[in-house]
């Protein structure tokens, strides 16, 4: 199963295009008004099976977008505690260096945009709760 998720926000978008048997192939964030495009350039090429759009604010608007874009339906997914999971996540990813190594992981914050570990998360539990809980 390969879903493209997004996590949508007003002036920057988080994207993820997730394998249940690859992976993560692609993520990145990017401005809002660029999202429908750089969504069609995930999609070429790969067979998704699904579109998950995490139901935050302002996600109506971006859903509809990205659905008039894609000619596709959009699930809208629950995102609660992605925030703080894609955090982590960023910095499993990108492990702190130098006198930041030192500091308890729960105090740091990345040091760049990471909406799209936020959409990466959204992604693979979506993955999970559509494979009954089990893990590739």
């Known amino acids: 199963m390969i879903v493209l998720a997004i996590d949508p926000g007003s ?11 690859e992976g993560i192939l692609r993520h990145t964030t990017v401005s809002v008004e660029i999202l429908a495009e750089v969504c069609r350039d995930f999609c070429q090429g790969a067979s998704v099976d699904e579109i998950i759009i995490g ?7 971006i859903r509809q977008l990205v659905q008039e874009v894609l000619q596709r339906q959009v699930q809208v997914v629950d995102e609660s505690h992605t925030t703080e999971l894609a955090r982590q996540r960023y910095f499993v990813d990108n492990p702190p260096q130098g006198w930041r190594r030192l500091l308890p992981r729960g105090l740091l914050y990345p040091p760049v945009p990471f909406d799209d570990y936020a959409a990466v998360v959204m992604a693979e539990a979506f993955i999970e709760r559509q494979q009954g809980g089990m893990t590739s």
Request: glycine fraction near 16%.
């Open 55 to 61: 139901g935050s604010t302002g996600s109506k608007k």
């Open 11 to 21: 002036k920057k978008s988080g994207i993820a295009l997730v394998s249940s048997d």
